[in-house]
């Protein structure tokens, strides 16, 4: 597929937003690990290839393991996710499949005994921005394949 929009004809300034977030995330504390991992997740969900390809690159940079990336699919079936990061991931997949899925009383009450809510409102953020990019990067067809860890 050719590529429609790429980031340079776009107007300057229009991502600043975004890009803050990202800035925001990596000086936070927050659990990055965790959060490429959710990423991952839910660019699978979203079918965006150009983010799924960043975000192995990134995960993989950062110690992830192959096997629990290929095995994200299907991760309530795989014994090698703790319970944060099924927490995490089920509540990326209820704010990602909204027409399917909801942050119900039982999920939200699963998170609020594994995280703070800093942390928990951290994660929507971070689902609510992948969402994003993945929904930006299939309009523009973002060519997947070139990105370098640390690229942005």
Not at 103 to 121: H, R, S
Request: aromatic residues 12%.
């Amino acid at each position: 597929m050719e590529q429609r929009i790429s980031y340079q004809d776009t107007s300057k300034g229009l991502f600043d937003g975004l890009m803050k977030t990202e800035f925001y995330f990596k000086k936070s504390g927050a659990d990055l690990k965790l959060l490429e991992l959710m990423k991952y997740r839910i660019s699978q969900i979203n079918g965006c290839a150009y983010c799924l390809d960043a975000h192995h690159k990134e995960s993989i940079h950062m110690g992830e393991t192959e096997q629990r990336l290929h095995s994200l699919a299907v991760w309530r079936e795989c014994p090698y996710y703790n319970d944060r990061e099924r927490a995490a991931l089920a509540f990326a997949e209820a704010l990602t499949n909204t027409s399917r899925e909801e942050v119900n009383d039982e999920l939200f009450t699963t998170l609020e005994g594994l995280f703070t809510k800093a942390e928990i409102a951290d994660l929507t953020v971070a689902i609510a921005q992948i969402n994003a990019w993945n929904r930006i990067n299939k309009a523009f067809r973002t060519t997947p394949g070139n990105y370098k860890v640390g690229q942005f």
